[in-house]
T-cell receptor
Framework: SQKIEQNSEALNIQEGKTATLTCNYT??????LQWYRQDPGRGPVFLLL???NEKEKRKERLKVTFDTTLKQSLFHITASQPADSATYLC???????????????WGLGTSLAVNP | DGGITQSPKYLFRKEGQNVTLSCEQN?????MYWYRQDPGQGLRLIYY???????QKGDIAEGYSVSREKKESFPLTVTSAQKNPTAFYLC?????????????FGPGTRLTVL
């Protein structure tokens, strides 16, 4: 079956360290993958999009990698701060094989807590 | 400020009542979406609209209805036929009509059925 998985356990790290979150998928050939941040009781906010032909994308302290062979995306936050504490969602495009009804498939998210 | 607004933030409903959730955007986006978010489950698509006066069912449309009379507005009605309506509802929009485009979310409405 097709599915997308993120670390189910919350990630706790010390301020200043690098946080690494994982998004694994099976049985998709996505054209691209997106990462969003969601704070409690609020809507997700788009962070980064990486395409299938891109290995890495950066935005300030954020870095995303995309390995279509491993079927995995890694999301890194360097020099983490307590303000980075939130849930991070990955969403992938089902891909061209899904046809005209292709849609975003959402992961459950990983909760990140950055401790001062 | 451009963005998406949802109202109300919290909504309480008695069983058997219909209730309408508001969603407005001033981003000039063509596409709009309604999602439901429950603990332990990912975002699930209820309905989406790629153009005014047209909309399609998502994965869990039963018990819900929508309209798209204006580009800016996409209200969702939760009907009494929805068996488990208590959830966090999110409205989103995207620039173009592809359902896989980057989506911009509103702040959400938390619906509780009493």
């Amino acid at each position: 079956s097709q599915k997308i998985e993120q670390n189910s356990e919350a990630l706790n790290i010390q301020e200043g360290k690098t946080a690494t979150l994982t998004c694994n998928y099976t049985n998709y050939s996505p054209a691209y993958l997106q990462w969003y941040r969601q704070d409690p009781g609020r809507g997700p906010v788009f962070l980064l999009l990486i395409r299938e032909n891109e290995k890495e994308k950066r935005k300030e302290r954020l870095k995303v990698t995309f390995d279509t062979t491993l079927k995995q995306s890694l999301f890194h936050i360097t020099a983490s701060q307590p303000a980075d504490s939130a849930t991070y969602l990955c969403a992938l495009d089902e891909g061209v094989y899904a046809g005209n009804n292709r849609k975003l498939i959402w992961g459950l998210g990983t909760s990140l807590a950055v401790n001062p | 400020d451009g963005g998406i607004t949802q109202s109300p933030k919290y909504l309480f409903r008695k069983e058997g009542q219909n209730v309408t959730l508001s969603c407005e955007q001033n981003l000039n986006h063509d596409a709009m979406y309604w999602y439901r978010q429950d603990p332990g489950q990912g975002l699930r698509l209820i309905y989406y609209s790629q153009i005014v006066n047209d909309f399609q069912k998502g994965d869990i449309a039963e018990g819900y209805s929508v309209s798209r009379e204006k580009k800016e507005s996409f209200p969702l009605t939760v009907t009494s036929a929805q068996k488990n309506p208590t959830a966090f509802y999110l409205c989103a929009s995207s620039m173009a009509g592809q359902r896989t485009d980057t989506q911009y979310f509103g702040p959400g409405t938390r619906l509780t059925v009493l």
